[in-house]
């Protein structure tokens, strides 16, 4: 069994910015796999559900950005998992263009509040991650500003189409061929 938890804010407010691009891609596994996001647990909109024979739980928390480890720990709890084996994360990252993937097995924070948190409620870095990227804040920009910005048109077509790649490299990495997804999505 495997937690895909995709990073972002709740509320319409948020809905297509920067920072939700991992509710996105939770969206886009959704719907590829038939799995409905709508119950409330543990501090999140999550769905119960198979991709390719792996047992899922697709989450969103709902906690705002900041505060994303309180849910994804509670989920791991709850179904007693082990983080390094069977949680995926995705969210976005402003160090990669739009549209740019970086799949990796642990790693830190890297600035990103939301992993932070995380990092620090399940007590390990070590857990699979799918970050998208978002492009870089522009000189003069409030960071808190750009995030919650939606993308021009350009760069909207560029994320989405990463948002399906992002799924692929999820739906890999529940196969068992993390490594495979490393090589297939980094950079593109």
Request: proline share 2%.
């Amino acid at each position: 069994m495997y937690v895909i938890a995709g990073l972002g804010n709740p509320t319409a407010r948020f809905e297509k910015t920067r920072h939700n691009a991992g509710f996105d891609v939770i969206d886009v596994l959704a719907e590829k796999y038939n799995i409905k996001v709508t119950e409330h647990k543990h501090k999140a909109l999550c769905g119960a559900g198979y991709i390719e024979g792996q047992k899922v739980v697709l989450v969103k928390p709902q906690t705002f950005m900041n505060l994303s480890g309180e849910s994804i720990a509670a989920f791991l709890n709850f179904y007693k998992l082990d983080a390094s084996s069977q949680l995926i994360v995705i969210y976005d990252d402003i160090t990669l263009a739009p549209g740019r993937l970086r799949v990796r097995m642990r790693g830190s924070a890297g600035g990103h509040n939301g992993m932070k948190n995380i990092i620090e409620r399940i007590k390990t870095q070590d857990f699979m991650r799918i970050r998208v990227g978002i492009g870089e804040k522009p000189q003069g920009w409030d960071l808190a500003d750009y995030v919650t910005s939606r993308f021009s048109k350009e760069e909207r077509k560029e994320v989405e189409a990463a948002m399906e790649l992002a799924a692929d490299a999820a739906v890999l990495m529940v196969n068992h061929k993390a490594e495979e997804a490393m090589n297939r999505y980094n950079g593109k």
